[in-house]
């Protein structure tokens, strides 16, 4: 939906992705990849159980939260960092985690 629909645009494209996921012929293998700094990103990326998801974001150094503008502003375009999650690997991660909490 568009801005005119009201919801978040993050819940939005999952729900895209579902929709996709229903329609004949869709490809599994079709790639994801969503940018944005919301933690529910994570947890809505792993709901939509799709094998390549991958979710980019500028990258936060938390132990110094101004120093990303103040290195922001002295750095020339294009030069940003990203970080990279992918879900697949995350999911991996998680299932040799917990597994054990399964048996």
Known sequence: ???????????KIANY????????GYNPD????VHGLDADLVMLALATHEPYF?????????????RK?????????GTSN???????VLRQ????EFGVLKS
């Not at 079709?30 to 990849?33: N, V, W």
């Not at 980019?56 to 101004?66: A, M, N, T």
């Not at 990203?82 to 697949?88: G, L, M, R």
């Open 54 to 66: 991958t979710i980019s974001r500028d990258h936060v150094d938390f132990k110094d939260p101004d």
């Open 17 to 24: 992705i579902r929709q996709m996921r229903l329609q004949p």
């Open 1 to 11: 939906s568009d801005s005119s629909q009201p919801g978040e645009g993050e819940h």
């Open 82 to 88: 990203f970080d990279f999650i992918h879900i697949d």
């Open 93 to 96: 991660s998680l299932e040799a």
């Open 30 to 33: 079709t790639r994801h990849c």
């Open 69 to 77: 503008q103040r290195k922001k502003d002295q750095e020339p375009p």
